[in-house]
């Protein structure tokens, strides 16, 4: 490129990346179209302010984990009228987000969708030198978004919504306070950390825990909390053998058909991240898979990939039909957290034509596959159609406000980043709103984008990865981190698979400076640090709280709050 295109395009944006243009939500209003069918059969669109149309739709928000952005809806490997049918279905039907972004591993990007706020202004932001940085929420990890944050379910609950919970939780638990029931939901079913076997249902990370006495203990982290004063930790453990497929689905349909009135449900599925017992119990046709295996040249891994993620597809389809059973109006949305890990142990995503993978904030870490389903809410002209305005896991929160008809603008708070793209979703024309995204920004390093720019300053390098590796040893993840810090510059307009660096470009040095200068000041304005790390296993408040979940006889603890300091956001 020569220096004339890029300056002319910075010019466009030299005041978003100066700070001079803040999009308000207050000065936002939303305004609801809709398609209406006359007693004459004559389609007419009427407009009405939020609030006064019918109930409230039903909400369910659909979490898969690790899924890249050549896996669910469009595949080179993996035939999707074969391994997706449901989902490709349901987004034919419905509205892709084409440029949809999360972050670049599990716990910052629930975090950014459940408090619609950019991982630096909660304590989340990616530190280097750390392979998956200490935001990870494990088992014993003592932290979690902080009180006085108001999450999503809360907001909805305010809407008039009941709120259930089902699958992984991974923002924090060391503390009674920081549970979901705690933070807005009416009930939650599923797991604390990062990752649970399959069946076991064992903890990912400390799966084993040591008494003093010298016995020890399989540590079991899932829990079912229906309501109530006290918590039975024990109950989870009834579901052990089962596949966390089958258990969530299973509640998410029990939940579903017994809900009355407006219902916002969270299914964060456990599948597709790699872990132990992913295909055990799981019903699939051998010879199927055998035939995909040749025909693809699938290794192990990436064929139990598909495997599982079929499984899932099957699921939502119970899900869907639920849904239709209750003739109610209704949201159906899916999307991944973060990117998928061609470099996995057992279950091998595929980012390609992207670069990178999770645990990086190149396009294959953080762009995700994305859809919106209704029943009855599109309009018939965007159906099959796709949003194509930059959108990131903090706007789930407005623009489900907005698609229950509660204005973002009066209930979100100026710290608040959530931007509501329903009206995009309804309407092609509405055009995107979202110019900015920081995905994270500390003292040391910047992942951000404005416009068609992005910047990733000191960084780990990743490349292109085909998740065709066979799982060899515990350098497996070693094989999609190249482990070197480095600064790159890219225009996604031009460079969507983010093929040539522009950071050390004279050309571009206007940019590149302008982007550094307007990270520095947001972290300067709006970062906050919270305190990390992790409870020890001979920990005495841990170890008392597990301990008390079992009997001396038994070979399995429950992962439970232990009552770590309570972190709150100041004044």
């Known amino acids: 490129m020569g220096g004339g295109g890029g300056g002319g395009r910075w010019r466009g944006l030299g005041a978003a990346v100066a700070g001079a243009a803040v999009v308000s939500l207050a000065a936002q209003r939303y305004r609801r179209r809709h398609e209406v069918v006359t007693s004459r059969g004559v389609l007419v669109e009427e407009e009405e302010e939020e609030g006064t149309g019918d109930a409230s739709p039903w909400i369910v928000h659909v979490v898969l984990d690790d899924v890249g952005m050549n896996d669910m809806l469009n595949s080179t490997d993996l035939p999707t009228s074969e391994v997706t049918p449901t989902l490709r279905a349901l987004a034919d039907e419905g509205v892709t987000l084409s440029n949809m972004y999360g972050q670049d591993y599990c716990t910052p990007s629930r975090v950014a969708l459940l408090t619609g706020m950019f991982a630096h202004k909660t304590g989340f932001a990616r530190t280097q030198g750390d392979d998956v940085g200490p935001a990870e929420v494990f088992t014993t990890s003592n932290f979690s978004i902080p009180l006085g944050v108001k999450l999503l379910p809360e907001y909805l609950q305010n809407a008039g919504y009941a709120t259930h919970g089902i699958g992984k939780w991974n923002v924090g638990h060391c503390n009674e306070a920081y549970v979901p029931w705690k933070r807005g939901f009416l009930t939650f079913a599923g797991y604390f950390g990062d990752g649970i076997g399959y069946t076991t249902h064992y903890a990912d990370t400390n799966r084993i825990l040591t008494f003093p006495d010298g016995r020890s203990a399989n540590v079991t982290d899932f829990f079912e909390y229906e ?333 439970v709050p232990w009552g770590c300091q309570l972190i709150a956001m100041r004044e």
């Open 227 to 559: 309501g109530g004063e006290v918590v039975d930790w024990r109950r989870g453990l009834s579901y052990e053998g089962r596949h966390t497929i089958d258990v969530f689905t299973d509640m998410a349909v029990d939940r579903l058909s017994g809900a009355s009135g407006a219902t916002y449900l969270y299914l964060s599925y456990h599948a597709v991240h790699d872990d132990l017992q992913s295909t055990s119990t799981l019903a699939y046709s051998k010879d199927k898979w055998d035939r995909l295996e040749d025909e693809y040249g699938l290794s192990s891994n990436r064929e139990d990939f598909g495997i599982v993620l079929s499984a899932v597809d099957e699921a939502i389809g119970r899900v869907k039909a639920t849904l239709d059973d209750r003739e109610v109006s209704y949201l159906l949305v899916v999307h991944s957290d973060n990117g998928g890990m061609p470099c996995s142990f057992r279950l091998c995503g595929n980012n390609l034509p992207y670069r990178g993978t999770k645990f990086h904030f190149f396009e294959g870490g953080v762009k995700v596959p994305a859809f919106v389903y209704s029943n009855d809410l599109l309009p018939t002209s965007r159906r099959g159609g796709t949003f194509d305005g930059l959108a990131h896991h903090v706007d789930w929160l407005a623009t489900f406000l907005d698609a229950a008809g509660v204005d973002p603008a009066t209930v979100l708070d100026e710290a608040s980043d959530s931007l509501s793209f329903w009206p995009g979703i309804r309407d092609v024309d509405a055009g995107p709103n979202r110019s900015e995204i920081l995905f994270s920004i500390t003292q040391d390093s910047l992942a951000l984008r404005i416009g068609d720019y992005k910047l990733l300053y000191q960084l780990d390098d990743s490349r292109w990865y085909s998740p065709d590796y066979r799982v060899a040893s515990p350098r497996q993840l070693e094989k999609c981190n190249d482990g070197t810090l480095a600064n790159h510059l890219f225009d996604l307009a031009s460079d969507p698979h983010e093929r040539t660096n522009l950071y050390h470009h004279r050309a571009y040095r206007e940019i590149r400076e302008g982007l550094l200068a307007y990270g520095r000041a947001r972290y300067a304005a709006d970062a906050i640090s919270i305190p990390s790390g992790f409870a020890e296993t001979d920990d005495p408040s841990l170890l008392a709280a597990w301990n008390a979940t079992t009997d001396r006889d038994s070979d399995t603890v429950v992962a």
